[in-house]
């Protein structure tokens, strides 16, 4: 069940940026119009990661890959990064 309600959150955030997007550079004849509804559809991906860190396996996961980013033991100053 919460893999159902995880993809049709995706599906919904993915309709609900996208279709007023598509409608405004077809239909629209003002340039601001279409500037809006393009801008609109940008910010889908942000919307996307924000809304799949509800499930708490992915918010998990993106907390420890935060903590080892900031600890230094990932990154290009890391050890796991140098080859010998």
């Known amino acids: 069940r919460a893999l159902t309600v995880y993809f049709f959150r995706l599906l919904f955030i993915f309709v609900f940026f996208w279709f007023p997007a598509v409608l405004s550079a077809y239909v629209a004849t003002n340039p601001w119009l279409s500037f809006v509804g393009a801008s609109w559809s940008h910010v889908q991906g942000a919307v996307s990661a924000l809304a799949m ?4 396996d992915v918010y998990d996961c993106a907390q420890n890959l935060l903590s080892l980013v900031t600890s230094g ?12």
Do not use: F, I, R
């Open 53 to 56: 860190l509800g499930k708490s």
């Open 73 to 84: 033991l990932l990154g290009a100053g890391s050890s796991l990064a140098q080859t010998e």
